[in-house]
């Protein structure tokens, strides 16, 4: 050991989130031990499963551990592992550095305000630095698993920290934390045995308490109360939780298995846990988070989802996504499977028929736990404005569980107070109007948006209930959900709409409605020479133009066939970069509106201004860019300037 120790910086970020934790995290300090002994068995984990294809890899020593021991005089506290550890290089590039995972995710969070950020801190932790909660001097000593050398990293947390060669026999990380002034509690054997048992239960592997005891009889024996004995205790259950049967273990635990597995920091809103004894053996312990991790809410397609795959009891690996199918990946847990064999690769999962089997079954399950999560309306809602958008994605990518996939999306709608207010189709259906022969949406990049369609404006006048779809995916999920229990989705501007069926409202309809219901049975003849006209000025940028009975109080929309893209379609695929046909809707005028109504006195170039006028407002109230808004202010303008001058050509009334 006679290698000087080489110092150096750490980022500036690193630095940075140091101060903020030891000054935000006062009143969780006993953190900084559930995250050591994640670490750690973590590192144990590794080297188990580096161990399946290189046995050497354990030198002779398989007793797998985690020790905790206290130095009262000495003030220490220090963490031991027989994992994987560190070599020199993989101790600079883990700690010192922003690259892993808890903290780089932090940053990314991070907002400037001290106050915020202490709250981001508490929910992300940050691993490893943790360890300066509670200590002004951390020292970390470790062997990798195969090597001979071991390293020395050390420092007081203050912008740099400090490598080396060191001595280190046994295999693993041995860290060191010099307690502060204010950390005296962590001394004591009972409190550290209390934190382990509340944090980290569930872990693994042995975890072992050693430090001086007072002994209470050789206390009373000699009157001497300074009396201590050295004690080596095992102070968790040491067995995976999954293994354990489900009564045997509390929220708690589950809860603190949940941290450890997914790494994350808040809690999970449900979990499922379900031992599978059947042709195949294996258990599985899912969970739904409550906040979406960053990768999924950066809407990361690469992310992969975050089951890890175990083999009796024994880590494989991470990520392993062949268990679940895409649309669920933001579920975090474990499948401990018995029919695979332990040398197992990730290639070999990938087409294979246990898997399959096994990913049946786990599908199945987790869309029961979503089953039932959805009958706490608090909870779901939680879920849903967290996952909503990439569990959509399975109606279109499960043709098998369409259905049941599809029972489980909510809408906003017009029957909900505003966008937050949601409904399933199950309660939609249960609301539908006698005789209602589809479930109806709209689609529009806001609630607010939705609802102001003209075309909404016949479904409000017969108090028919409409999906108001913001979501940009909700098209593409419903151009797929042709129906539901046997109700085909319609959008309120494809095709030719019938609601007569229902009649106007019953409950006190005003006459307006009455007499529209009336009307528009069959097309007046009286309108075919205005809708020639119109068609032929607008010529080639419309279907065809016909008097709607979809109006009440607008002047013109715009329907499409039914197997047209709308709009809001069209403009999402243009901003993804993708070319889209032009466009050939219909439009429809109302015959009620005294601004159509006055057409009939027009022609020629007049009658022309104001058709485009017509089909521009429509356009608009859609949600479309005009390709010359310009001309569209300029048009207006001159005909409104006509209506206030008070006639104008044409104007024979
Ligand atoms: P995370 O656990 O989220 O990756 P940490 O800050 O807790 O973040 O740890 C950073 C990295 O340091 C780990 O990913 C691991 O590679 C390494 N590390 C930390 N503690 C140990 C340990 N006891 N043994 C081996 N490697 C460790
Ligand atoms: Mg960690």
Redesign the pocket.
Known sequence: MSETMETRQFEAEVSQILKLMVHSMYSHQEVFLR??I???S??ID?LRFEALSDGGIYEGQSDLHIEIEVDKEGRTITVR?T????SRD?VAD??GTIA????RRFLEQMTGDQKEDSRLIGQFG????SAFIVADKVELI?RRAGEEEAVRWESAGEGEYSLGSADKEER??E?VLHLRDDADEFLDLSRLEQIVRRYSDHISFPIFLIGEEQEEEQADQEGEEEARVPARRQVNEASALWTRSRNEIDDEEYKGFYKHVA?AFDEPLTWIHSKVEGLLKFTLLFYVPTEPPLELRLADQEVAGGVKLYVKRVYILDEAEMFLPRYLRFIRGVVDADDLPLNVSREMLQDNRVVRSIRKTATKRALEMLEELSEDGEKYATFWSAFGSILKEGVVEDRGRQQEVAGLLRFASTAGDGAAETTSLDDYLERQKEGQEAIYYVSADSYEAGLASPHLEIFEARDVEVLVLTDPIDEWVVSHLREYKDVPLRSVDRGALDLDELGSDDDGGDAEDGEEAEKTEEEDPRWAPLLESVKEALGDSVREVRMSNRLTDSPSCLVRQEWEMSERMRRLLKQSGQEVPAAKPTLELNPDHHLIRHLENLEGEELAEWATLFLEQARLSEGAVLEAPALFVRRLNRLMGQLVDGGGNGRTE
């Open positions: 995250e050591l994640s670490n750690a973590d590192a590794k592992d994992g994987i550890g560190m993989e883990n700690i892993r995972s808890g903290t940050v691993g490893f630095y470790t693993g990380t860290i790494h």
